[in-house]
């Protein structure tokens, strides 16, 4: 195993925490993957053992390794591997179409492209349609035998910094193509501090991590903390809500982190009232606020409910709300992390609010991403003399508890997941059958927002919804998929020729109602007969 003073210049890199924790708590259970269980030697030493392959066949800091993997122990061992390389460990999500896979690979441009099997299919698909084609090699087979293809350019090793690329995840912003957000090895060392100063976790807890590990959440919101302080994580590749329950009662889970949508599908769940959730005293809610009538059916079983805010170009944590206080301030998001600066800013003279007052959140602070993947313009349209300027509309009360307003970006949220309109019109307007569309988030009961598009048919051409949609379906990811599509001759304008979506969004939320009154009287109907 290799020394600690070959890892590291500085006390932030990421792969010591394994290495450390391993020295300290060897056998105790590092991963729980589907009842196979890993404790923290054998974790260490199938990631040093890969690190060491990894640096033999060429690659170190400055080269970026892709996965297209579910949750698993493997997926791991390819993160600390990294980490204990500097080489950027970038997880593609599973969850994109072949067109959608290809447009990230190319903006990775990865040194080496790790493959589950279970994801072959799709990633076979889309490399050969990349730009260029990269190494690759299969994830649980190399990941076992450190058979690792040589680098097509070496790299000379040398020790990790503080600064170097650990994390690079795609998250869809205002504009049509997802961008890479790069966080550092420090950058991943301060949020995970402040997340253990506001809501610790220790050895003896068990966290269920349920969010596909191409979220930065599904690693910096539990996961990493809880192999830092030598704790158990459970890990479950896909959300099955009575699979989960049963996963909470059978390990007595004592953490866990999921967005609104889904503590709504537990709690409805037929197993929901039988189920013993005694164990779980920190549930963390994350990418979007919970609703009011949700937080009451969790208190009613005794577990209280953590909200909290973030967005991936901060690490992602920026605030977080007790639960005694979320009974307090309904719809509130909370206060600050630790080390983590905010400020309330007009929006129209960047000048910062004092007291009581609404504005744009600006967030600061060392776990403030390092930029956009190649991408300085980007980076310098979302940054401000170090501030990151997250586009969401907050208001600051008298306590200095925060509440998202709205939206001063056009993203959506819909179950945890965002969604850039501008992506969704770009692929329906690759029919053609189709001149423009736009599209808007509504309110949903379940999944927190859901699309819907208004599309401007070609001239004489006879579209049908169906048609849109299975068209949409071929070129987005499930979730990017719009719930319904109105046909319209123009889209509105403002006065500068601006789309303009205030309008869309009540045409749309009447659409919706509309629909929504139709399905009920249908069943009514039937009800009747």
């Not at 992602?316 to 998001?333: D, I, M, Q, Y």
């Not at 056009?410 to 945890?416: A, L, T």
């Not at 949903?444 to 048919?457: K, M, N, T």
């Not at 205030?502 to 109602?513: G, I, P, T, W």
């Given at each position: 195993?290799?020394?600690?003073?070959?890892?590291?210049?500085?006390?932030?890199?990421?792969?010591?925490?394994?290495?450390?924790?391993?020295?300290?708590?060897?056998?105790?259970?590092?991963?729980?993957?589907?009842?196979?269980?890993?404790?923290?030697?054998?974790?260490?030493?199938?990631?040093?053992?890969?690190?060491?392959?990894?640096?033999?066949?060429?690659?170190?800091?400055?080269?970026?390794?892709?996965?297209?993997?579910?949750?698993?122990?493997?997926?791991?061992?390819?993160?600390?591997?990294?980490?204990?390389?500097?080489?950027?460990?970038?997880?593609?999500?599973?969850?994109?179409?072949?067109?959608?896979?290809?447009?990230?690979?190319?903006?990775?441009?990865?040194?080496?492209?790790?493959?589950?099997?279970?994801?072959?299919?799709?990633?076979?698909?889309?490399?050969?349609?990349?730009?260029?084609?990269?190494?690759?090699?299969?994830?649980?087979?190399?990941?076992?035998?450190?058979?690792?293809?040589?680098?097509?350019?070496?790299?000379?090793?040398?020790?990790?910094?503080?600064?170097?690329?650990?994390?690079?995840?795609?998250?869809?912003?205002?504009?049509?193509?997802?961008?890479?957000?790069?966080?550092?090895?420090?950058?991943?060392?301060?949020?995970?501090?402040?997340?253990?100063?506001?809501?610790?976790?220790?050895?003896?807890?068990?966290?269920?991590?349920?969010?596909?590990?191409?979220?930065?959440?599904?690693?910096?919101?539990?996961?990493?903390?809880?192999?830092?302080?030598?704790?158990?994580?459970?890990?479950?590749?896909?959300?099955?809500?009575?699979?989960?329950?049963?996963?909470?009662?059978?390990?007595?889970?004592?953490?866990?982190?999921?967005?609104?949508?889904?503590?709504?599908?537990?709690?409805?769940?037929?197993?929901?009232?039988?189920?013993?959730?005694?164990?779980?005293?920190?549930?963390?809610?994350?990418?979007?606020?919970?609703?009011?009538?949700?937080?009451?059916?969790?208190?009613?079983?005794?577990?209280?409910?953590?909200?909290?805010?973030?967005?991936?170009?901060?690490?992602?944590?920026?605030?977080?709300?007790?639960?005694?206080?979320?009974?307090?301030?309904?719809?509130?998001?909370?206060?600050p992390y630790p080390h983590v600066e905010v400020a309330v800013v007009d929006p129209v003279s960047s000048l910062a609010l004092g007291g009581e007052a609404t504005g744009e959140l600006w967030v600061r602070g060392p776990s403030v991403f390092a930029g956009y993947l190649d991408d300085p313009a980007a980076t310098m349209r979302a940054t401000r003399?170090?501030?990151?300027?997250?586009?969401?509309?907050?208001?600051?009360?008298?306590?200095?508890?925060?509440?998202?307003?709205?939206?001063?970006?056009?993203?959506?949220?819909?179950?945890?997941?965002?969604?850039?309109?501008?992506?969704?019109?770009?692929?329906?307007?690759?029919?053609?059958?189709?001149?423009?569309?736009?599209?808007?988030?509504?309110?949903?009961?379940?999944?927190?927002?859901?699309?819907?598009?208004?599309?401007?048919?070609?001239?004489?051409?006879?579209?049908?919804?169906?048609?849109?949609?299975?068209?949409?379906?071929?070129?987005?990811?499930?979730?990017?998929?719009?719930?319904?599509?109105?046909?319209?001759?123009?889209?509105?304008?403002?006065?500068?020729?601006?789309?303009?979506?205030?309008?869309?969004?009540?045409?749309?939320?009447?659409?919706?109602?509309?629909?929504?009154?139709?399905?009920?009287?249908?069943?009514?109907?039937?009800?009747?007969?």
């Open positions: 195993m290799i020394v600690d003073d070959d890892l590291t210049d500085g006390p932030h890199t990421v792969g010591r925490w394994l290495i450390d924790r391993a020295a300290q708590s060897p056998r105790r259970i590092a991963i729980d993957d589907r009842g196979v269980t890993t404790d923290y030697a054998t974790l260490a030493a199938r990631a040093t053992a890969l690190a060491d392959a990894l640096r033999a066949a060429g690659y170190g800091p400055g080269d970026r390794i892709a996965t297209v993997s579910g949750n698993s122990a493997d997926h791991v061992v390819v993160f600390f591997a990294c980490a204990l390389t500097g080489v950027a460990f970038v997880p593609l999500s599973w969850r994109l179409t072949p067109r959608e896979l290809v447009g990230v690979i190319d903006r990775t441009r990865p040194s080496l492209v790790l493959i589950e099997d279970e994801h072959a299919a799709l990633a076979g698909e889309a490399l050969r349609a990349a730009d260029r084609m990269p190494r690759t090699a299969a994830l649980a087979t190399t990941v076992a035998s450190a058979a690792v293809p040589p680098s097509l350019h070496p790299r000379e090793s040398r020790r990790v910094r503080d600064d170097d690329a650990l994390l690079i995840i795609f998250t869809s912003g205002s504009e049509a193509e997802p961008k890479g957000v790069v966080l550092t090895h420090e950058n991943c060392f301060w949020n995970n501090l402040a997340l253990a100063q506001a809501l610790p976790l220790t050895a003896d807890d068990v966290v269920l991590a349920m969010l596909p590990q191409f979220h930065v959440a599904a690693w910096n919101c539990q996961p990493l903390l809880a192999w830092w302080v030598g704790a158990t994580v459970v890990l479950e590749r896909s959300f099955q809500p009575e699979r989960v329950l049963q996963l909470i009662a059978d390990r007595r889970v004592t953490a866990m982190m999921g967005v609104p949508t889904q503590y709504s599908m537990l709690a409805a769940d037929r197993a929901w009232p039988a189920t013993d959730v005694s164990s779980l005293r920190l549930a963390l809610v994350g990418g979007a606020t919970m609703p009011d009538p949700l937080q009451k059916a969790w208190r009613a079983r005794g577990v209280p409910l953590t909200q909290g805010y973030g967005l991936t170009e901060a690490g992602p944590n920026v605030l977080h709300l007790s639960a005694a206080e979320a009974e307090e301030h309904p719809g509130a998001v909370g206060r003399d170090g501030w990151l300027r997250t586009g969401d509309l907050v208001h600051r009360d008298a306590a200095g508890i925060l509440r998202v307003v709205d939206r001063l970006k056009d993203i959506y949220i819909s179950g945890g997941e965002n969604v850039a309109p501008a992506e969704v019109e770009h692929a329906l307007v690759l029919h053609p059958l189709v001149d423009a569309a736009a599209v808007v988030g509504v309110p949903d009961l379940v999944w927190g927002e859901r699309g819907v598009a208004f599309v401007v048919p070609a001239s004489g051409a006879k579209l049908s919804e169906d048609e849109v949609l299975a068209h949409a379906r071929r070129n987005l990811a499930a979730f990017k998929v719009p719930v319904h599509v109105e046909f319209v001759d123009a889209l509105p304008r403002s006065t500068i020729e601006k789309l303009a979506r205030s309008r869309l969004r009540e045409r749309a939320q009447r659409a919706v109602d509309r629909r929504a009154a139709m399905t009920s009287s249908g069943a009514n109907e039937e009800v009747g007969r």
